[in-house]
């Protein structure tokens, strides 16, 4: 399942021609190592910092705000997610080729109509993702103020457009065989979908979601910075204050929120998987378990929901009125004005320049996040570290177990703290060092996605059947991860990074407001300065690079993402 | 004409609901939407958000009691999320009086047209300036060095990492860079790196870069950096101060009415140094005393505007 040999060749020289083209191209800021004078500056700056850093302020007070600021938090992703999948589900059935053609002949009547919903969907699905939740804040918080409800709102809209691109996906992907009986005694295509493709994809769906929510709740805790309420507004309070013990205060609550979410998501994921091939099934479970589990889970779902409308009333409840009394001719102006680009050569050619800066930092944190990630998969995972007996017969001694297990759960814990911390809090931390520029934006992305991609690269591997690595039970642990278990493993690691990919260029747009520069700082730049027309081109190219990448992907017939 | 027809009908809708509640909803009926004509029951005021949020809410805080008190309306204060959503949110009425900057006064003016009338500024609005700052270590290492003209700085600008404040911001980007383009640097080409931007935070956050190195040189608002901490001053010294131009000023819509906008401007201008509880007021905005604000003085910021050279947009 390597694929065709020349399509490797086309895959691995375009990654290198991008990286190198990447390195030759991007601004970097590396005055820090320009001398050793210049390096000991940097070097006391990080000593000043980190003497108040490693001292968090535990006060109450501290801590009161910071808790109310991780309930905001929780609250805003939570919402956002149920809006997004709300938003995301008529969408994603209008984008799915199995819902709106079917398998009707090609001259059905009303072809051209529906084709034109389909695309109408599948673009709106494509601006609706393409627009990072960032710049979607920076858009909304214009008429909704600065609080939770713009967060809310940017991460629903971000999460409709991934979500419903999925979603459409999966149910496209079904195979057709599984619902053949349900067509067969002439259910139409909505039957079809409803009875057959939707429950077969719901496992998969349900896993995503999962996936999702964890993401949109380490997303809001950054997008206070544009003015979305929750810890990133306190964050970044907290740094212009310069005060670095509270710094410390917000990134350990952010810490807390997110590994919590990460971990109990997992968990969930985990109960999700009944494939019997899996070296670690659970097995299938009687219908009387499944239904109770299936109650319980909407119940936490709604009672979790619930909580957070509660939580965030104030401004929720403000909404009605806040539009009524809104002067919608204004905005209606506004928005068509950033509809309409501007086409000019000269301002396309600036577009394409600035472009290159997000897709420079795309490429080279995710090649650099890949190749750490898949290092350190192998020593994050349960079939390399703990169960090798189960496939060579090697027996340890209770104290080597001991020491592979600290090894394991410390390689996790290290991701887990990678991921857990959002790109722009990593920025913050690494300006110290680095000073404002590319070269911090950069490394923050590469870290964070290090640690996003080491947990999805340790389950793939710790998924592979151990009678594959049976056949060379002989070589040693490194040889087997390699020619043993990288090979399987390695499709569905190639899929995630290049999912990662599409995630990291729209980071790079976000972090261009915060110092990288390029597409995501020239946007803005122009959004203020009221050019609506070549903000709108900018908008644009942020919908047009994830469109380009998504059909890339397409192309490479990569296998799509197993949740 | 156009927009006060569009508003015209955009209330239609709103007066059916009202109508259809029978009066029920005292507080919806006694405010209702885009119609001037009411008087309104309370004020939305806002602030463009030069400083942190906590900094600015304390600020604004002083005003909300004492702006009540001088009108006998509720007011409320809404943060803005960016500068320009300050202006946005004054003519989709979401906002009836905002402190704007110099720069964000002629967005308001621009985009409102004859609905934004600029009420008062404080004295030191009328000559503001912009303080260049510096790291203390680079002034230490002499990387740079305090200059009488800014076409000094274009010989040590290679090697200096130099950020502006907020891109909006009058003393914070459009007036230093109109002051360099002056002198004859480029400041996205001279500096090392290109200049940088703060994405928020407004001053403080200029001060607090320098004052811990992440860069060599800012420009911000000498208001702000007079009132800062000994330490951080101590931190970031003075290299250059700027020319003096026009800067803030409260701006009001009209669907406050006239009698509203009035007693505001007037309680502006009669706060009185002498009095305790007015001094209260002045001194958390930095002010000696408000001025009537003349919308001609906010011309030349205009001008400055349209004259400076874009490429920094494109």
């Not at chain 1, 801590?63 to 589900?89: C, P, Y």
Request: net charge positive; glycine share 10%.
């Amino acid at each position: 399942m390597t694929g065709q040999p020349r399509q490797v060749w086309w895959l691995g020289g375009g990654v290198i021609v991008a990286v190198l083209l990447s390195l030759w191209l991007l601004p970097w800021n590396l005055e820090t190592f320009a001398s050793a004078e210049s390096l000991g500056d940097a070097f006391d700056r990080v000593g000043r910092y980190l003497g108040q850093f490693l001292h968090p302020d535990l006060t109450a007070p501290a801590v009161t705000r910071a808790a109310r600021l991780a309930a905001d938090t929780v609250a805003v992703a939570l919402l956002g997610v149920a809006l997004g999948l709300l938003l995301a589900w008529p969408l994603a059935i209008g984008s799915s080729r199995n819902v709106v053609f079917g398998d009707e002949p090609p001259d059905a009547p009303g072809r051209f109509v529906r084709s034109l919903l389909l695309q109408g969907c599948r673009l709106l699905l494509d601006v609706l993702r393409g627009v990072p939740d960032f710049v979607w804040a920076i858009l909304i918080a214009n008429f909704t103020g600065t609080n939770a409800v713009t967060g809310m709102l940017a991460i629903a809209l971000s999460v409709a457009g991934i979500l419903g691109k999925v979603l459409g996906e999966q149910w496209d992907n079904v195979e057709p065989q599984r619902y053949a009986a349900l067509r067969s005694t002439g259910a139409g295509r909505l039957a079809v979908f409803l009875y057959g493709q939707q429950p077969l994809a719901a496992r998969a769906m349900l896993s995503f979601v999962l996936m999702r929510t964890e993401c949109a709740v380490r997303n809001a805790s950054v997008i206070g910075v544009v003015g979305g309420g929750g810890l990133g507004a306190g964050l970044w309070d907290d740094y212009t204050d310069g005060n670095w013990s509270r710094v410390a205060t917000m990134l350990l609550a952010m810490l807390l929120v997110t590994a919590t979410t990460d971990v109990a998501a997992n968990l969930l994921r985990y109960q999700l998987r009944i494939d019997p091939n899996h070296p670690q099934s659970r097995g299938t479970t009687d219908r009387r378990t499944g239904t109770r589990r299936r109650l319980v889970g909407v119940g936490v779902v709604l009672a979790l929901l619930s909580a957070s409308v509660w939580w965030l009333w104030a401004p929720i409840a403000r909404v009605g009125s806040e539009l009524q009394r809104l002067e919608w001719g204004f905005i209606g102006r506004y928005t068509t004005g950033l509809l309409l680009p501007d086409l000019a050569p000269a301002t396309l050619w600036n577009v394409a320049q600035q472009a290159v800066i997000p897709l420079g930092v795309g490429v080279l944190a995710t090649v650099a996040a890949t190749a750490l990630a898949g290092s350190a998969a192998f020593f994050a995972s349960i079939a390399f570290q703990i169960e090798p007996d189960r496939y060579t017969g090697e027996r340890l001694p209770r104290t080597r177990r001991a020491l592979r297990w600290v090894l394991v759960v410390g390689t996790r814990g290290l991701g887990l703290l990678l991921r857990g911390i959002p790109e722009v809090a990593w920025v913050i931390l690494l300006s110290v060092f680095f000073r404002i520029g590319l070269t911090p934006c950069v490394l923050a992305v590469l870290l964070h996605s290090t640690g996003v991609l080491l947990r999805v690269f340790a389950e793939t591997l710790d998924n592979v059947p151990y009678r594959r690595l049976e056949q060379i039970a002989g070589a040693c642990r490194p040889q087997i991860f390699l020619y043993g278990a990288l090979p399987t493993a390695w499709p569905d690691w190639r899929t995630y990074a290049f999912f990662q990919f599409e995630v990291n260029v729209r980071i790079g747009v976000v972090l261009g407001t915060v110092g990288a520069g390029g597409l995501g700082d020239k946007f803005q730049s122009n959004l203020l300065f009221r050019e609506f027309a070549r903000a709108s081109t900018y908008l644009w190219a942020m919908v047009l690079l994830t469109i380009a990448i998504d059909r890339l992907s397409r192309r490479l017939l990569l296998r799509r993402l197993k949740c | 004409m156009i927009r006060s027809r569009r508003t015209f009908l955009y209330s239609l809708p709103c007066a059916f609901a009202l109508a259809a509640c029978g009066g029920g909803d005292s507080k919806a009926a006694g405010n209702p939407a885009n119609t001037p004509a009411a008087a309104p029951t309370e004020i939305r005021i806002s602030a463009i958000p030069d400083f942190n949020k906590g900094k600015l809410e304390e600020t604004v805080g002083t005003v909300v009691a004492f702006l009540a008190k001088a009108t006998g309306l509720k007011v409320v204060y809404e943060p803005s999320s960016d500068y320009s959503a300050a202006v946005n949110g004054l003519v989709a009425n979401k906002l009836d009086l905002v402190w704007y900057g110099g720069l964000t006064t002629v967005d308001a003016q621009d985009a409102a047209g004859k609905d934004a009338e600029l009420l008062a500024c404080r004295d030191i609005d009328l000559k503001f300036k912009t303080y260049f700052i510096a790291n203390q270590k680079a002034i230490a290492d002499g990387k740079i060095k305090p200059i009488t003209d800014l076409a000094d700085l274009k010989a040590m600008a290679k090697t200096l990492k130099f950020t502006f404040g907020d891109k909006k911001s009058t003393s914070g980007h459009l007036m230093p860079r109109h002051f360099l383009v002056a002198a004859g640097i480029n400041p996205d080409q001279d500096f090392a790196g290109g200049a940088a931007y703060r994405a928020s935070g407004g001053h403080a956050s200029t001060m607090q870069a320098v004052a811990n190195g992440e860069v060599d040189l800012g420009a911000l608002n000498f208001s702000y950096y007079d009132k800062a901490k000994p330490e951080e001053k101590a931190a970031a010294p003075i290299v250059f101060t700027t020319p003096e131009y026009v800067d803030y000023c409260w701006v009001g819509h009209q669907r406050l009415g006239a009698a509203t906008l009035g007693k505001i401007k007037d309680a502006f201008l009669k706060l009185d140094p002498a009095n305790a509880d007015d001094k209260k007021v002045l001194d958390a905005w930095g002010a000696g005393k408000f001025v009537a604000a003349d919308p001609k003085a906010w011309d030349s910021i205009r001008q400055v505007k349209n004259a400076l050279p874009k490429g920094f947009l494109e």
